[in-house]
């Protein structure tokens, strides 16, 4: 393995540990460090200095090497924020360290690969579709030229899944990619949006005529029969379309433009497809009565808490729940959470449910540690939404939830998702150094569907990592889910972290995560989320 180090003045590159299986060169600038590191496909380059505007500039030039920086305590941050993979004091104190620096390597390739492509019909995801329009629509600027951007949907595709199968509807999603790039240009972009949503991005279009004559044709192409496993189905699709010089040559606007159109598409119009109109639809319609329900939801005891078992994986001992909201509305019955959460989130309402929901868990916990329907050892994890994050007064919130329920702090885990503390990562670690002294535990949700770099998480006052479903769900059948999923157990538990794995769904599932060293999961195989009544039955389970 090359290891490519960078002298400085004060001379500290002439102390460097033994390294056995390395290949040492040495340089005085960075330029000759640059040049040396083009011609490798990976290697380690460690440099002694706080300089993050040099960390910055070797990881640009060199992102398929790993790159760590020597430099005293007070610097390590900043050269974490400016890309650094690992930062130490003094490499002679830290053996692991280059290794440490090649596993984060390797996990930021997977996650990057992840983020960029579909792993089911190998088609751009959505964000990267993202950067492509925002890379063509300055394109479109400087040439002059036309753009336009289709969201396409399959027409009810959940009746096709229960039809035919699960198996069978991702072949079809597969089929309809094959048929989209078949059908299209070398200079047009395709992307999964998820689901059975695509996006197809046309760069140059002359005029708006010429997109809805290229509309017409995929209509065409995907009305024609498929033979998926043996038997012919047929399918109908909905396209919103939005073009650059009508969203304002704006890549927020252009995407939200072209999948608003694509909702409204009716079943009953003489056109499969919708240019984008500035006006509100029928789901706008609905999300306004879902913001004026929420404000009333509380006092009209709509709301509801249940929650779900957190079990062992190795022993089967229950040792936690968590917390989630429900919303039954009077006229909609059962919101899910993935409509009625981003509206809260929105009009700002989450940090009021947020705080009613943490002071009824608590409350309710703490009944069931004084019945000993819990263990003594068991938690409770309650979501914090990003605005309850950002709260100056957040720990103080806490300390009196806490007081009035009579509940310890050692019965508390608090989960933010990563992106939520990536935002400003100065100020939530000191908000997590805030909570840790109360003695609350923290936990990272969903890991591994930001953006973050794995560097931070050796820094971060933590507790728990929670591996986001994604990447549980199909670690026996998908290698790259496995490997993923690997990693961040042994990376975890290397930095002295207790990891959870969300949404085990089946036992070989759960078996797998045995073998990986998992410590807890949650999912339907145990059990669904259950109300307060419910969950002594679930804990006599695990006895």
Known sequence: MPLLVLRDPAGQADSLPEYHGYLLQEFNEPEELIQAGLTLAEGIIVIFTGDDVLVQQLRSALPDLALVAVAPAVQHMPLLAAGALEVCADLHHDPGLLHRAMVRLQAER???????????????SRHLMHDRVQHALKQSRRRNTGVALFSLGISRFRMINELHGLQAGDDLLIACARRLQSLLRCSDSIARMGGDQFAVLLEPVTDTASALAVADKINAELSRPFIIRGREVFISVRIGIETAERSGHDADNMVRHAELAMHQVNSDDSSSYRLYQDSQGPEDRVRAALESGLHNALEQNELRLVYQPQVSVDGGEFTGVEVLLRW?????GDVSPAVFIPVMEETGLIARFGE???RQSCQQFAFWLQQGTVPQSAKLSVNLSPKQFSQPDLSQRICSALTDAGLSPQHLTLEITESTLMRNIAAGVSVLNELRNLGVSTAIDDFGTGYSSLAYLKDLPIDYLK??????????????????????????????LKVIAEGVEDEEVLDVLEVFGCDQYQGFYYARPVEASELPTLVRRCA
């Open 356 to 358: 009613w929901a943490l």
């Open 328 to 332: 039954a509305h009077p006229l909609l």
């Open 467 to 496: 591996i986001d479903r994604m990447f549980v769900k199909d670690i026996v059948s998908s290698s790259h889910d496995a490997a993923i999923a690997s990693s961040i157990i042994a990376l975890a538990h290397n930095l002295g």
């Open 110 to 124: 997977i996650r990057r690969l992840g983020s960029h492509r579909d792993e089911l019909t190998g088609l751009a």
